[in-house]
Every structure is written in C-alpha cells, then in structure tokens.
C-alpha cells in the first residue's frame, strides 16, 4: 500500500473515488451521513480552491495529508479570521478548526494538494456560494484574500 503523502493530486484523486464539486471548486466523497450529521473527503489543489461560500450548519475541517490549508474566515460580526490547517502545531498549525454556522469560509491548499474530512452538524442541507456581486463590505480588511477566493 503507498502512502498518501507520496501520492501525486490526481492518484489520490482516482484512489479514494473523488468527484469534482461545480460552484465550490474542490474534490470531494462522501463518508457518512445520517439524520444527526455528515463527512465528506475534500480535496484542494492549487486550482481547486474551496470557493467562498456560507453553510447553516457547524463545520468542522480535520486535516488527514498533504500540505497545510489556509483557511479565511469571514464572521457575521464583521470579523474575519485567517487560519491555517495542518500537522505543524509548532508553526502555528492546528490539526482541526471548527467553522461555525452562517460564516463564510473559502479555503486553498499551501502546496501540491491537501485532504481534509469536513464534518457537519446537522447534516449537510446545502450552501451559499458567493460571487463578484456578493457584498463583502463588513470586512474591509480582508478583501485582497476574498477576491481570491471567488470563482468567475
């Protein structure tokens, strides 16, 4: 068996049966899911960036291999946060970041690919994904990172 981390995007891609996700731009699969909650495989390379986009439900990213990932977090209070995600808890890296409910999030991978599990709860019930006419003006500090996480 090979290691993920030895994996090039498009073999762990065809490995764990991942399907392109239109509008949010990642690779993803589906793990589980129930009437209390669901995970997905998300894949991001640098072209498949996590478009920003808002969820009702609580979501938590977990990181399983590759290269760490930046998150941004837009709150609905006009904060914003930038995290990034990954096995490097001495450089400020976090294993795990929790997206709470109604904030918008875009996300991009720091190197080759990165896989996460992103579970939810409640279960998944759909998303808002943004676009050039979409008013981020409560977070004036952030818009050079929000341009870059929005498709088209």
Known sequence: MTSLDVMT?????DTLGLEYLDGEGVW??????SDHGSAIYGFLTPDDFSALHVLREDEMWVHVAGAPVEMLLLHP???????VLGTDVAAGQSPAELVPASTWQGSRTLGDWSLVVCSLAPPFSGFTLADRSTDFSAWPDASDRIGGLIRG
């Open 9 to 13: 995007a498009g073999e762990v891609i």
């Open 28 to 33: 993803i699969s589906l793990l589980w899911r």
């Open 77 to 83: 209070d006009g904060e914003h946060e930038v995290r």
